[in-house]
């Protein structure tokens, strides 16, 4: 049975996964897992690309040591993020990472002089103030060299793919999320990027989920010494490819795309790009086939893997299933934080800013770990009965459950509590969402699988999806209602 490679790079930490169809059923095996930290110096914070690079082909080496020869791969990683390619085509610099301080009020000043409704009415995309158009503004106001000296620009996945082919594109999902590109138009926005003083002849071909865009290249076969392998688009943007692995049955579902971030929204055909849309700041990012995200990024996980990383940095170190034990224990609703307020989006000590949080909210702050962990958790959930609230909304569709997919699904205290407060069905899995959409989007391309419906009851069929009943229903109606009242949520 031939298998195929994913990589699947998510913000702290990558996997290299082996996939086969055998039978209509999806078998995978993980062959390499690898950390990704960020690195710190001085007051930048830059991905450490070359590692990544370098663990990308540690996973070529564990596919031939295991004996295999897989007859294509395809990378996604998290979104916005970038580099520089200069005249002599090697790397200039080092990608910043997306919650680098360099952008602080950067996407403020770009609205003010562009107009939300000439940014949104452009591109559909959310206002996040790390989307790509402000970091490359922020690189303007500074005078970066990158914008002289660069002469091509390629997102993080197209970027490793460059290292591993030679060769350069752009892939649409991906696209879509730098706030630079006009879905209606179905390309690049040459007067955005006008408007931000950045060159179009940096930005090159587009290409569709499920291209094939070169293959590994000679220096590198040679390096590891194994054969030459097609390399293909997938969804790049990591969500896109979580979202192709939803084992929807029905069209219009719901889903929450649960890992450092919460990405909760609907598939739509078109993008929603009227008022309402700008005003909820909805996203419309690009999918496979054509469809778009109708989607809203909830903080999510991050601001508990902060926190667990500010208690290991003062030497009491906690597992996630100890610090999930310690909240189930915890009193129930003691304090709320709204999780998406800008004060929680940087690196930092989390546990005193949900401090401050309930101090300026006149909350008593959570005492303990398992108090502070039971107040990110329940806010999240919270959180997320809002956000499917405003999807339906949006949509005009009504849902009967959410389907949650990603690593965050492994909580299932997280799972059973969402499903709580929406008071309906959570249906959870696959835990490895994005893989497993960049696998089947390669088999889409190869003929393997119809489209991405057979490819969604494929993975329904292949891998257990867990069903939470909502339980405890006043008692969330309750904390919901003190929740959007403290967090100001109309
Ligand atoms: C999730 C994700 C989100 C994007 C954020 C930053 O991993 O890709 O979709 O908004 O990371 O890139």
């Not at 996964?17 to 690898?34: A, P, S």
């Not at 999902?173 to 590109?181: D, E, V």
């Not at 078109?270 to 419309?284: C, D, H, I, K, S």
């Not at 991050?302 to 926190?307: F, K, R, V």
Request: proline fraction near 5%; include cysteine; aromatic fraction near 10%.
């Amino acid at each position: 049975m031939p298998s195929i490679l994913a990589y699947d790079l998510g913000a702290s930490s990558g996997r290299a996964l082996l996939g086969r169809l055998n039978n209509r059923t999806i078998e995978v095996e993980e062959i390499h897992r690898f950390g990704n930290d960020p690195v710190a110096i001085g007051d930048r914070l830059q991905w450490d690309i070359l590692r990544l690079y370098h663990d990308i082909k540690q996973g070529l080496l564990k596919a031939k040591h295991a004996g295999e020869t897989p007859s294509s791969l395809a990378i996604d990683s998290w979104a916005v993020d970038f580099g520089f390619i200069g005249r002599n085509g090697e790397l200039l610099g080092n990608p910043y990472h997306y919650r680098d301080r360099h952008t602080d009020g950067v996407m403020e000043r770009t609205m003010a002089r562009l107009t939300p409704e000439r940014i949104f009415g452009r591109t559909g995309i959310q206002f996040l103030p790390f989307n790509t158009i402000y970091q490359l503004a922020a690189l303007k106001e500074a005078d970066s060299p990158l914008l002289e000296q660069g002469r091509h620009f390629l997102m993080i996945p197209d970027l490793l793919r460059y290292f591993l082919t030679g060769e350069m594109f752009g892939e649409f999902s991906n696209a879509s999320t730098t706030q630079l590109y006009n879905p209606i138009l179905g390309g690049w926005d040459a007067d955005l990027l006008g408007d931000i003083g950045v060159s179009p002849a940096l930005f090159g071909t587009v290409v569709q989920p499920g291209t094939r865009v070169g293959q590994t290249r000679a220096s590198l076969t040679e390096e590891l010494g194994i054969g030459t392998i097609p390399v293909y688009a997938v969804a790049e943007h990591d969500t896109g490819a979580a979202v192709a692995a939803v084992p929807a049955l029905e069209r219009d579902f719901a889903y929450l795309s649960c890992g450092t971030w919460s990405l909760m929204g609907t598939e739509v055909d078109r993008p929603v790009m009227g008022e309402l849309a700008q005003e909820l700041n909805f996203t419309n990012e690009g999918g496979v086939n054509g469809t778009f995200r109708l989607l809203k990024n909830i903080m999510g996980l991050w601001i508990l893997q902060e926190t667990r990383r500010t208690w290991e940095n003062a030497g009491m170190s906690y597992g996630f299933p100890e610090l999930v034990a310690l909240a189930e224990q915890a009193p129930a609703f003691g304090s709320f934080i709204d999780p998406d307020d800008p004060m929680f989006l940087h690196p930092g000590d989390m546990p005193s800013r949900i401090a401050s949080y309930c101090a300026n909210s006149g909350q008593r702050a959570p005492q303990t770990p398992g108090e502070t962990v039971r107040c990110i958790l329940e806010s999240l959930a919270l959180k997320y009965r809002y956000v499917l609230e405003l999807t339906e909304r949006l949509s005009g569709k009504s849902f009967s459950g959410l389907h949650m997919v990603g690593g965050g699904i492994q909580n299932a205290l997280l799972c059973q509590w969402s499903a709580n407060a929406i008071g309906k069905p959570v249906w959870a899995g696959p835990v490895e969402g994005s893989a497993l959409g960049n696998l089947v989007v390669q088999w889409i391309a190869q003929g393997e699988l119809k489209d991405i419906w057979e490819a969604r009851r494929v993975i329904r069929e292949s891998f257990p999806v867990t069903e939470y009943e909502p339980r405890d229903g006043a008692a969330w109606e309750a904390a919901y209602g003190k929740f959007r009242a403290l967090a100001g949520l109309s």
